[in-house]
């Protein structure tokens, strides 16, 4: 890596390779210089916005997560989701419900399966028990993520109690 000045004064990135050889006893040098000024303006802004998102779900109260459809582990879940039990690669029934197993794939509260049938954004009235015991009503609003192909991928799942609202 090197600093390039352009013709107009504009500061430039620029990446060095250099490769040796031999051939019938000479030796020579290729040296290719590529410009990465604009790769480097790129991954600063890439990173400016992964820090706004990770300072944006740090701020929130409410859980959320991104679960991987294909095997419902948690691939983020920020402070408020984590719990007591939170480790890496937890699948999202045990960590929310503390359950050994997927939810029945009938089941349409299940925001995986239900994105899996509908492909759409859902909102779904949940119940589920505290770690007391206690009965908790929440309203999780989820969202379908796709890859380029348009196979999905992930889904988000944010969630809020309405548990003293409806009662």
């Known amino acids: 890596m090197a600093d390039g000045i352009r013709k107009d004064g504009a500061k430039l990135s620029l990446e060095y390779k250099i490769s040796h050889h031999t051939d019938n006893d000479k030796a020579y040098s290729i040296v290719v210089v590529r410009n990465i000024t604009e790769q480097e303006r790129i991954d600063e802004e890439i990173?400016?916005?992964?820090?706004?998102?990770?300072?944006?779900c740090a701020s929130m109260n409410e859980p959320f997560y991104v679960i991987n459809?294909?095997?419902?582990?948690?691939?983020?879940a920020n402070k408020a989701a984590r719990g007591?039990?939170?480790?890496?690669?937890?699948k999202c029934y045990e960590l929310i419900h503390n359950l050994r197993t997927p939810c029945d794939e009938d089941d349409e509260?299940?925001?995986v399966n239900?994105?899996?049938?509908?492909?759409?954004?859902?909102?779904?009235?949940?119940?589920?028990?505290?770690k007391n015991g206690n009965e908790k009503i929440f309203e999780v609003h989820a969202h379908?993520?796709?890859?380029?192909?348009?196979?999905?991928?992930?889904?988000?799942?944010?969630?809020?109690?309405?548990?003293?609202?409806?009662k």
Do not use: W
């Open 84 to 90: 007591d039990n939170y480790r890496p690669n937890i």
């Open 47 to 56: 990173l400016l916005n992964e820090k706004i998102l990770d300072d944006v």
């Open 144 to 166: 379908p993520i796709f890859n380029e192909n348009g196979k999905l991928k992930q889904i988000t799942h944010f969630s809020f109690d309405k548990t003293d609202s409806i």
């Open 114 to 130: 239900l994105i899996r049938k509908t492909r759409q954004p859902e909102i779904i009235n949940r119940t589920q028990k505290d």
């Open 69 to 76: 459809v294909d095997d419902y582990t948690v691939a983020f």
């Open 109 to 111: 509260s299940c925001p």
